[in-house]
């Protein structure tokens, strides 16, 4: 597989099984989200791994979290929530290191974490293992971000080996997300009705 065709098949799975990436492996897959764009260089991801016997006690926290930011969550959906926090293979949540005092706007600095995690899922897919990007009203809690040593959550990667065949979604065509500019404001085909 090429790297193009690689990168046109990839999609997120939270169909996930052991084994998840050893120590190694994650180094080196991690060590893909530090090529990310980073303009003024303020390194502002900061990834902490979850697994083996301390995902339940996670899974509790995401349920408290709930607590505190969707009290009205029904009993299905925060069960559905404790159970894939505590048996997801491998769990990283998204931490976002923020310098809202820097010359660098802080849309930026989130830009650049956000452009580490696709990184992130890219090298997931690229050695064998899949992963998908969960995030929701738990990143607005500072309270579970805290828990975990973080100022700012981005979410959480679900990791793991895919279970069974991956199947690769119908995309659209770029062509709908995409104009030249000749001087006039464009029109994108994906915004007509």
């Known amino acids: 597989m090429t ?14 099984q052991d084994p998840a990436p050893s120590p190694e492996q994650l180094m ?5 989200a530090m090529r990310a764009p980073d303009h003024g260089r303020l390194q502002p991801w900061r990834y902490v791994v979850i697994e083996g016997q301390d995902r339940p006690a996670l899974a509790e926290r995401i349920v408290a979290s709930m607590a505190r930011v969707e009290p009205e969550s029904p009993a299905a959906k925060i069960e559905k929530r404790r159970t894939r926090f505590a048996t997801m293979p491998m769990i990283i949540a998204l931490g976002m290191h923020l ?19 696709m990184n992130i899922l890219n090298a997931l897919y690229a050695t064998g293992f899949g992963g998908v990007w969960v995030s929701g009203a738990l990143v607005e809690d500072a309270v579970l971000a805290a828990e975990l040593g973080l100022s700012r959550l981005a979410g959480f990667l679900f990791v793991g080996t895919p279970d069974g065949a991956q199947h ?22 994906a915004d007509k009705d």
């Open 3 to 16: 790297p193009m065709d690689m990168l046109l098949s990839r999609a997120s799975t939270d169909r996930l």
């Open 28 to 32: 080196a897959i991690l060590g893909t």
């Open 99 to 117: 310098q809202p005092e820097h010359k660098i706007p802080l849309w930026e600095q989130e830009m650049c974490v956000a452009a580490g995690a």
């Open 168 to 189: 690769t979604p119908k995309r659209a065509d770029p062509a709908l997300f995409t104009a030249r500019w000749h001087g006039q404001p464009v029109t994108f085909g």
